[in-house]
């Protein structure tokens, strides 16, 4: 024992307590917490757009199919060609920050930082820079006691979520990093999550304006999930398989996002119509339906003029929300013979969000240190 905790008890045990107890205060534990996204290029060139497409589109959790196959796909069809094709797309969002899923992470974590300062968080992206790798050996280096590896999609998908989580254990197994981890798989039915997108729709102007509500998720081909179900016989096989829990989709991407838009609808207290698609549809393989582009394209002749859209898959605005739904499906959607299409920001670093997404974590993975 230090010399200056050398008192005398009657009780050992007590003696050991509070020795325990001073030596806490002053070594207290730290918790590293890994926010994990699917990344973002360094800049908006062809360049970059290359290098950050054939390492996102190589990835066998993204294009799911045999690898030569794959390696065909991604090296003689999409590098070659797609970044020239979407290059007016990312420059048309990028901020002065860089680009806006990078922008809108890191003032999250800034922000997310104040709360605890035995809590380090570190923001690790799978594909571009900060790497997971950077983020995890930044964790090591402050010397924390665990990590909390945390998804920061609500809804699981293996594309995103599980290729994030499998690429940073492969790191901490590779580099033998001695520190016990946790893994936050999703959120997408927390209070905290259901009650930041109820209030940030409450509270938007354009929601009041609008005739519907679209809720607008990241679409994926049908075949990720019914790998998903182990059955093999439920997801995507029996009607309204989304509808209600089972035993079958607890980790289904699509039963997700139902259950998302069912709880937000729950508690936004301004009722209106509301309708769930899924957008960024890529390949010819079947994707899950509907689609966002074909349900907004038929609104116009349904008499729905003013739409609102929120996109609950994405808690940082990027180029799918910024982009995607802001100005291009706005434009099909006045195309169409619509008035106009507004987006519902992402959550990004408001402060309840930040808030209440700390007490969730420090609930479930950090007040036991």
């Not at 050398?6 to 917490?33: D, H, M, Q």
């Not at 029996?238 to 980790?251: K, L, V």
Request: proline content about 7%; aromatic content about 12%; glycine content about 4%.
């Amino acid at each position: 024992m230090r010399p200056y905790l050398r008192y005398t008890f009657s009780n050992s045990i007590e003696a050991i307590y509070i020795e325990k107890s001073i030596l806490s205060i002053l070594n207290p534990k730290k918790t590293g917490v890994l926010l994990l996204n699917i990344g973002t290029p360094s800049e908006p060139t062809v360049k970059g757009l290359r290098t950050y497409l054939k390492e996102f589109l190589s990835d066998p959790d993204v294009i799911d199919v045999n690898p030569i196959l794959r390696w065909i796909i991604v090296n003689l069809f999409v590098v070659p060609f797609r970044p020239r094709t979407v290059l007016p797309q990312y420059k048309s969002i990028w901020m002065e920050e860089g680009s806006p899923l990078l922008a809108y992470s890191t003032r999250f974590a800034e922000k997310i930082s104040t709360k605890n300062p035995d809590v380090i968080f570190e923001i690790g992206m799978r594909y571009g820079s900060p790497s997971i790798e950077e983020g995890l050996i930044k964790l090591q280096k402050e010397g924390v006691d665990k990590i909390v590896l945390s998804p920061m999609f609500p809804q699981y998908a293996q594309a995103t979520s599980g290729s994030c989580v499998r690429k940073a254990i492969e790191i901490i197994e590779a580099r033998r990093i001695p520190i016990p981890y946790m893994i936050n798989d999703y959120f997408y039915q927390e209070d905290f999550y259901i009650d930041s997108l109820a209030e940030s729709i409450e509270n938007n102007a354009d929601y009041h304006e609008s005739e519907l509500l679209l809720f607008s998720f990241h679409g994926l081909p049908e075949r990720q999930i019914k790998k998903m179900d182990e059955s093999q016989e439920y997801c995507l096989r029996q009607n309204d398989c989304c509808a209600t829990p089972s035993e079958y989709n607890t980790m289904c991407y699509k039963f997700h996002c139902h259950e998302t838009t069912r709880k937000i609808m729950e508690r936004v207290k301004t009722k209106k119509p509301f309708r769930l698609s899924f957008q960024s549809r890529f390949g010819f393989d079947p994707w899950i339906q509907p689609n966002t582009t074909d349900v907004i394209e038929k609104l116009p002749n349904q008499n729905i003029k003013k739409i609102s859209v929120i996109c609950p898959a994405f808690v940082f605005d990027c180029l799918e929300t910024l982009e995607e739904i802001a100005i291009r499906n706005n434009e099909y959607f006045v195309d169409a013979g619509g008035d106009s299409l507004k987006l519902i920001p992402a959550l990004n670093a408001n402060t309840k969000w930040v808030d209440s997404f700390y007490t969730y974590l420090h609930r479930k993975f950090i007040q036991e240190s």
